[in-house]
């Protein structure tokens, strides 16, 4: 079975300071790597993902986020950050083979201050 | 294209009641599935499909059944609502088994409060 760990729940930064949202994955099998972004009462929306290849991603909105398979880690980074990306993120992970079912981590609510 | 839609919005239930929530999608994807949200807990998988006639459990699927007749729509329905079911519920579909990684959407979720 596949689990995720967000390390923080809550992360506030202020504007235009660099920001990292740390998530930690166990699974015995490969897997899909996710992270989501989900706006106040709004659904969740995929920022990135990794699938193999390069162990950087690049996502929409200047994210990025890096695998590490020694540590087990998809840290999501963002160099400065803006107000519009106050939002709760999801990191997930799937199986690569029958895959679809999303494990996802507890969330990091990211709220920046002007 | 409306992309995924979830009915109701909001929903209030008295403990015993049942209910069924909606979720229907019109973009032909054959892999649906249903997950709820709960505080610090983040998303779980309750049921999914992969196709019309073709449903399975997903982590926490006790209390909930699913039913997929029709490619378009996915129904989940509490028979017997629980306050232990008070959640935001969340609809997603993609392509299929294997475009699912290439795009997974969301619906807007259906917020469920059971007294």
């Known amino acids: 079975a596949q689990s995720v760990t967000q390390l923080d729940s809550q992360v506030p930064v202020f504007e235009e300071a660099p920001v990292e949202l740390r998530c930690n994955y166990s699974?015995?099998?490969?897997?899909?790597l996710f992270w989501y972004v989900q706006y106040p009462n709004q659904g969740l929306q995929l920022l990135l993902k990794?699938?193999?290849?390069?162990?950087l991603v690049k996502g929409i909105n200047g994210f990025e986020a890096e695998f590490n398979k020694s540590q087990t880690s998809f840290h999501l980074r963002k160099p400065s950050v803006h107000i519009s990306d106050t939002a709760e993120y999801f990191c997930?992970?799937?199986?690569?083979?029958?895959?679809?079912?999303?494990?996802f981590g507890q969330g990091t609510r990211l709220t920046i201050n002007p | 294209n409306a992309g995924v839609t979830q009915t109701p919005k909001f929903q209030v239930l008295k403990t015993g009641q049942s209910m069924t929530l909606q979720c229907a999608q019109d973009?032909?994807?054959?892999?649906m599935s249903w997950y709820r949200q709960d505080p610090g807990m983040g998303l779980r998988l309750i049921h999914y499909?992969?196709?019309?006639?073709?449903?399975d459990q997903g982590e926490v699927p006790n209390g909930y059944n699913v039913s997929r007749s029709t490619t378009e729509d996915f129904p989940l329905r509490l028979l017997s609502a629980a306050p232990s079911q008070t959640s935001v519920y969340f609809c997603?579909?993609?392509?299929?088994?294997?475009?699912?990684?290439?795009?997974?959407?969301f619906g807007p979720g259906t917020r469920l409060l059971v007294l």
């Open positions: 699974s015995s099998v490969s897997v899909y």
């Open positions: 997603a579909s993609s392509p299929s088994e294997r475009g699912w990684v290439w795009a997974q959407y």
């Open positions: 990794y699938l193999s290849g390069s162990t």
């Open positions: 499909s992969v196709g019309a006639g073709i449903t």
């Open positions: 997930a992970v799937s199986r690569i083979q029958g895959a679809q079912k999303l494990v």
């Open positions: 973009m032909n994807h054959e892999y």
